[in-house]
């Protein structure tokens, strides 16, 4: 197994802390909307995300200008990719089976996001953000 996948896994977990508990303390907490909340919790996590998977994961001696903006490019195109199909499928899912869904489709829209986004998120980390030096062994 890629051992830089096992890294971008446990930074994950403590993305996971940080920005899904963002995202539900923003949800649940103050009542913002799913897109409010999302994007937030995210953002928040997303700070956790760039400054772990550059110095642990990757471990990029790139300059942070150049790998800062495709790092936001990419994590808002993971974003909107993952968190829109998610709520298109939960809602999709829920009506299909309970026309009464409430809050439940937002939260399991939240679960199946996270997953989407950080598959999603490692690529373009991977390879567009902090993509291996060339003349330097593997990142694994």
Not at 15 to 40: D, E, K, R
Request: proline content about 3%; charged content about 10%; overall charge positive.
């Amino acid at each position: 197994m890629n051992h830089s996948f096992v890294r971008f896994l446990m930074v994950g977990v403590v993305n996971t802390l940080v920005g899904l508990g963002s995202i539900y303390l923003l949800l649940h907490g103050t009542g913002a909307s799913y897109w409010v909340a999302t994007f937030l919790g995210n953002a928040i996590g997303a700070c956790v995300s760039y400054v772990l998977n550059r110095v642990f994961t990757f471990k990029s001696q790139s300059p942070v200008s150049g790998s800062i903006m495709r790092f936001i490019a990419v994590i808002l195109a993971c974003y909107v990719i993952a968190y829109y199909a998610a709520i298109r499928m939960a809602v999709w899912g829920f009506h299909a089976l309970l026309p009464e869904y409430g809050q439940a489709a937002d939260d399991a829209a939240v679960l199946i996001g996270t997953g989407l986004y950080t598959l999603l998120n490692y690529a373009g980390q991977r390879w567009l953000v902090f993509p291996p030096e060339k003349g330097v062994g593997s990142h694994l």
